[in-house]
């Protein structure tokens, strides 16, 4: 998972930056295909005493955006990544769950259920 963040008013040292990345892998896990690596846009801020975080993952022309905000930063970011990681489970489960088969009363499914 390729993670790429943006700071408002906010720098990151490069252990905090391993930090960030780690935070979504999980999310990294259930959204990788084989085709190519998915990619999350994280934008960090802070106003006074408040931090913000928000991280964007574009995944089938689905946009999936987590934000999460609080006094600590790493606790706005796990947050963040957690509300994605939700919705990229429950997206998942509904493409899963869809139903495949034809719909009654179209040609042919009429036959199916009459045998």
Same mark, same amino acid.
């Given at each position: ?8 008013? $906010?720098?990151?040292? %490069?252990?905090?930056?391993?930090? #960030?990345?780690?935070?979504? *892998?999980? $999310?990294?896990r ?7 690596? #998915? ?5 960090? +801020? ?5 931090n +913000? %975080? ?8 689905? *946009?999936?955006?987590?934000?999460g905000?609080? %006094? ?11 509300? #994605? *990681?939700?919705? %990229?489970?429950? #997206? ?13 009363? *179209? ?5 199916? $259920? +009459?045998?």
């Amino acid at each position: 998972m390729k993670v790429t963040y943006a700071g408002r008013h $906010v720098e990151l040292s %490069a252990e905090q930056t391993g930090r #960030l990345e780690s935070e979504f *892998e999980n $999310v990294g896990r259930l959204l990788d295909t084989k085709k190519g690596e #998915l990619g999350v846009r994280v934008v960090l +801020s802070q106003d006074r005493h408040l931090n +913000s %975080a928000e991280a964007t993952a574009n995944y089938h022309n689905h *946009e999936l955006v987590g934000q999460g905000s609080n %006094a600590d930063l790493f606790t706005a970011i796990h947050q963040a990544a957690g509300k #994605l *990681e939700a919705q %990229a489970i429950r #997206l998942k489960e509904k493409w899963r769950d869809g139903k495949r088969g034809a719909k009654i009363g *179209e040609a042919g499914a009429e036959d199916a $259920v +009459s045998e």
